[in-house]
Nanobody, 115 residues
Framework: QVQLEESGGGLVQAGGSLKLTCSAS????????MGWYRQAPGKQRELVAT???????NYADSVKGRFTISRTTNWSAIFLQMNSLKPEDTGVYYC?????????WGQGTQVTVSS
């Protein structure tokens, strides 16, 4: 079972930046897809960005051009660089790991963007 731990959340003003980190352990596969999801109060969890291998990346339309996902060469961590943050980016950000039938979630990290 892959374990995930997020860090890097916090409070930032609109227009600011944050970098989230998700550390993975427990047998991460190089063929896995890892990513970030977020959940705002009263809303469903939504995809933010995913990365498969090192080069296949997918972003929600709402974050394209502002957020960048990356992962370490040994697949032990992924990052989410968030620039030009907006109040609507506020929510709990969750790290996700998927490989065939194996799915893991982190506990989440709060991101709050003030206007």
């Amino acid at each position: 079972q892959v374990q995930l731990e997020e860090s890097g959340g916090g409070l930032v003003q609109a227009g600011g930046s944050l970098k989230l980190t998700c550390s993975a352990s427990g047998g991460v596969s190089s063929l896995s897809t890892m990513g970030w999801y977020r959940q705002a109060p009263g809303k469903q969890r939504e995809l933010v960005a995913t990365v498969t291998g090192h080069t296949t990346k997918n972003y929600a339309d709402s974050v394209k051009g502002r957020f960048t996902i990356s992962r370490t060469t040994n697949w032990s961590a992924i990052f989410l660089q968030m620039n030009s943050l907006k109040p609507e980016d506020t929510g709990v950000y969750y790290c996700n790991y998927r490989r065939l039938t194996i799915v893991s979630w982190g506990q989440g990290t709060q991101v709050t963007v003030s206007s």
